[in-house]
């Protein structure tokens, strides 16, 4: 009788691969003061695109171009003119990971005209935003470690709470809860 053992980690990504893809990341950064709508702005955006499938490394500063296919978006090095839309999906927008680890997404002018398409992404960002809203502390929502992402996914996800947490600290938010922070910003454009 021959035992099958299931390898530990079937990504094949070791504990000192991640915490050195992650430490290097870290290293990478530029952190920012950020106010709240930024925070909320720019974890909102991020963890769309790190809920996609990524099967690369993604690096700071390169063009990437995000795809609906099957229900599933997915993140790809392939512009959407270098293949037809039958093998890569539907066109949601460009992408590019920021010095802070943070995303910028740039629609795609199908997807910026459709109603349908936007109302989803509004829906999406009104979750994020109760969850901002019901927490005891900006913080607590921040995705230090989301176990259900894939490797890539999850090293990024975790470094964008440590760039967050920096903005944050730097702009005396840190610690506080939605409202609190929305009110020390309300104070500082008066």
Not at 88 to 93: A, E, V
């Amino acid at each position: 009788m021959s035992l099958m053992s299931k390898p530990a980690n079937p990504q094949g990504k070791g504990s000192i691969a991640i915490l050195e893809t992650l430490q290097q990341a870290k290293t990478q950064l530029v952190a920012s003061a950020k106010n709240i709508q930024q925070i909320s702005s720019d974890l909102f955006t991020s963890l769309f695109i790190l809920n996609s499938q990524i099967r690369f490394k993604p690096t700071t500063g390169q063009a990437y171009w995000l795809y609906l296919k099957d229900s599933q978006y997915r993140l790809s090095l392939i512009a959407p003119e270098q293949w037809s839309a039958i093998r890569s999906g539907r066109f949601i927008g460009a992408c590019q990971l920021q010095l802070d680890l943070t995303w910028t997404l740039k629609l795609s002018s199908d997807c910026a005209n459709d109603s349908a398409f936007l109302q989803e992404i509004a829906a999406r960002r009104r979750q994020l935003e109760e969850k901002l809203q019901q927490a005891e502390k900006i913080d607590d929502v921040l995705p230090v470690y989301l176990e259900a992402l894939p490797y890539y996914s999850r090293v990024l996800a975790s470094a964008l709470a440590f760039s967050l947490k920096q903005s944050m600290q730097k702009s005396g938010i840190s610690g506080l809860s939605f409202r609190q922070a929305e009110q020390r910003f309300l104070q500082l454009i008066e």
